[in-house]
């Protein structure tokens, strides 16, 4: 029986066409009137941006555009946003785009009131006070980072990631419209769709789990998991589209309170040393961390197998859990998920060093099963060749 903390302060505008109603959105939740919009480039080109600036011209706010994110963000682009931020003195930063955007968007508000270095708040709780209001607007379905307390930023130095978790960088507005997808290309919409879906699964089965996250991550499985090879083959699926991206966002909530594993883990070392993006990084490790973890929690993975319905309810746990390896594997290949050895820069002497930034990930401890720097490795190795290894249900 554990005690549970679910604090979410994030107001949720969720559907097709909110986007443009967004300067009312914001205009309802802030006093100010300085916004400071923080995206990249290829979001720029979009015309998403622009769209959002004449909205909130329209409405008497006040604009300034950051658009130096790039993928797995960088601490150093983070503090040239936080001081361009305090510069324009911003009342709220507004963020349009993926996961990058939003987790830089958080870490530029700590700047812009706290100052410092991002890896001065990594951690639990190190945020001692509330920072620049944050709305984000998310452009892909996958991330969840819309409605989580976390921020994962790239050490540039270290070629590590680190994670800032607290509630006062928890955004006070998503506006989550499924509209913004329709023109995301298959392997974007594979990759991130795939990253939510990772998100249910280890909310779910992780051991800081607990009955708040265990209902919104079978519910966002719901939602994602009948409706993922549907949005990748037909990108104008408006019902896929939709139910994606209301899972992913439903899955944000449950993994943010709480926990990810050891497939975030795997994935934030080879982010932080090739610059893989996150979404493929998940998706490629997911089905061997799906089949490492079986064995230990047959109820639960039985369960997952059983709520996306490719197993029967009169189906054994074993049975039950052996489809869902299967059917994780069949998933990654259908959705041509990249493979580990396929990467640029990928060299089998890094495997060690991955092994020691994956065990020493604050969220190994999390995982539900055991899992040791050796076992990181030999999973780093199987991923390498591809190879799946047998799962033992005795």
Avoid: W
């Avoid at 009137?33 to 990249?40: G, L």
């Avoid at 934030?268 to 610059?275: F, H, K, Q, R, V």
């Avoid at 319905?309 to 059917?327: C, H, K, M, T, Y």
């Avoid at 396929?342 to 020691?356: K, R």
Wanted: aromatic letters at 6%; charged letters at 20%; a negative charge.
């Amino acid at each position: 029986m554990k005690n549970i903390e679910f604090n979410l302060p994030t107001i949720i505008r969720a559907g097709k066409g909110e986007f443009t109603r967004a300067g009312i959105h914001l205009k309802n939740v802030l006093e100010g009137k300085r916004i400071f919009i923080v995206t990249d480039p290829g979001i720029e080109q979009t015309g998403f941006v622009k769209q959002a600036i004449q909205m909130l011209e329209h409405q008497g706010f006040e604009i300034r555009t950051f658009n130096k994110v790039r993928p797995n963000p960088r601490d150093i682009d983070c503090k040239l946003g936080g001081e361009d931020a305090r510069d324009f003195r911003a009342d709220a930063i507004l963020a349009i785009g993926g996961g990058s955007v939003i987790d830089s968007a958080k870490a530029i508000a700590i700047l812009q009131c706290l100052g410092g270095e991002p890896q001065d708040y990594a951690g639990r709780d190190n945020v001692p006070e509330k920072v620049t209001p944050i709305i984000v607007v998310p452009t892909t379905a996958g991330t969840g980072a819309e409605v989580t307390r976390s921020s994962v930023i790239t050490d540039t130095v270290k070629k590590i990631k680190f994670t800032i978790k607290d509630v006062n960088i928890a955004p006070v507005l998503a506006i989550v419209d499924p509209e913004l997808t329709y023109g995301l290309p298959a392997h974007l919409t594979a990759s991130t769709g795939m990253d939510a879906l990772v998100h249910a699964i280890e909310a779910f089965t992780c051991k800081l789990s607990n009955p708040i996250s265990d209902g919104l991550a079978l519910q966002a499985m719901k939602h994602i998991y009948p409706y993922l090879r549907t949005a990748v083959n037909n990108g104008n699926d408006q019902e896929a589209r939709y139910n994606i991206m209301v899972g992913s966002t439903i899955a944000g909530m449950a993994f943010s309170y709480a926990d990810v594993a050891s497939v975030h883990c795997m994935a934030e070392a080879i982010g932080g040393l090739y610059d893989t993006p996150h979404g493929v990084a998940n998706s490629m490790f997911l089905p061997y961390i799906v089949e490492y973890n079986a064995v230990t929690n047959l109820e639960k993975h039985a369960t997952i197998a059983k709520t996306i319905g490719i197993a029967s309810p009169n189906d054994s746990d074993e049975d039950a859990s052996a489809r869902l390896v299967a059917e994780m594997k069949q998933l990654a290949e259908d959705l041509s998920i990249p493979t580990f050895s396929s990467l640029p820069d990928v060299n089998e002497t890094d495997f060690d060093y991955l092994a020691e930034s994956s065990f020493l990930n604050g969220s190994t401890a999390s995982n539900a099963r055991e899992i040791t720097k050796e076992d990181y490795l030999e999973l780093f190795k199987i991923a390498y060749s591809k190879e799946h290894r047998g799962i033992s249900l005795n």
